[in-house]
């Protein structure tokens, strides 16, 4: 896995894929939220290598066994990519302080590298997300608020 911190934003080639794995999938609201569904192109679903944490609102990549239910998008242009690292609390500066960290990654399916980004914090006092699939984990979770 090659880290692509501290890359400069000039030396990456666009499209640029990159992997979501949790608010920012389609349905989810998160690049709704953000304004910026025309700086991405949906490519297909993947697989990624990793486990998931259930943070609350999103969830956090950790590297580890297991795999975890995607979506592939090209990034069309250097200011979606910088609106991201900017909601993943990604900092190329400081990368040791950063939520997540933005890196290139061997995908299970289709295998191809794609960008991540991967929690950078403490993963203790959070609860896995099992099955690795987001989407289908927070249809569990809400039911379960609702019967408890």
């Excluded at 090209?74 to 990368?95: N, Y």
Aim: proline share 6%.
């Amino acid at each position: 896995m090659g880290v692509l911190f501290g890359a400069p934003m000039t030396s990456l080639t666009f499209p640029l894929p990159v992997a979501f794995y949790g608010s920012l999938m389609r349905g989810l609201g998160g690049v709704e939220e953000m304004g910026i569904a025309r700086g991405l192109r949906f490519v297909s679903e993947c697989k990624i290598s990793g486990q998931l944490l259930d943070l609350g609102d999103y969830p956090g990549l950790l590297c580890g066994p297991g795999r975890v239910v995607g979506e592939l998008f090209e990034v069309l242009q250097p200011e979606t990519l910088a609106a991201l690292d900017h909601f993943e609390g990604f900092d190329a500066a400081r990368p040791e302080s950063s939520l997540y960290l933005r890196e290139t990654t061997q995908l299970i399916s289709p295998q191809r590298l794609a960008s991540v980004y991967r929690y950078n914090q403490t993963s203790e006092g959070y609860e896995k997300v099992r099955t690795g699939d987001w989407r289908t984990y927070l249809g569990q979770r809400e039911l379960a608020q609702r019967d408890p």
